[in-house]
């Protein structure tokens, strides 16, 4: 069964950094592109970025470029979001997802993770 397990969200002061991470079993499912998306209650999901687990290809919110930076290690099987200069409005519970198309669509995606919750102070 495919399961994704966030981990790595809490608190942080506006200005910091956290780094998320996404760990995938099993094994055959390295394949697939991965991405991280994030959601505020009542608000539609939104994408943050994806990365080709094939190539180095990323993509990412154009809000979001120079801050954010996702990553991954294929040995383990895991995915990163490296969170610098955090800001109030980057609130959200922020989810992992799996699926066969390199996209920024989260309909497109197979496989979520349960979320993990970030919350940014002013």
């Known amino acids: 069964q495919v399961q994704l397990v966030e981990s790595g969200g809490g608190l942080v002061q506006a200005g910091g950094s956290l780094r998320l991470s996404c760990a995938a079993s099993?094994?055959?499912?390295?394949?697939?592109?991965r991405g991280w998306f994030r959601q505020i209650p009542g608000k539609e999901r939104e994408f943050v970025a994806t990365?080709?687990?094939?190539?180095?290809?990323?993509m990412y919110a154009d809000s979001l470029k120079g801050r954010f930076t996702i990553s991954r290690d294929n040995f383990n099987n895991t995915m990163y979001l490296q969170m610098n200069s955090l800001k109030p409005e980057d609130t959200a519970v922020y989810y992992c997802a799996a699926g066969p198309k390199f996209t920024t669509l989260w309909d497109e995606f197979d496989y979520w993770g349960q979320g993990t919750q970030v919350t940014v102070s002013s």
């Open positions: 099993p094994p055959t499912f390295s394949t697939y592109a």
């Open positions: 990365i080709s687990w094939r190539t180095t290809v990323t």
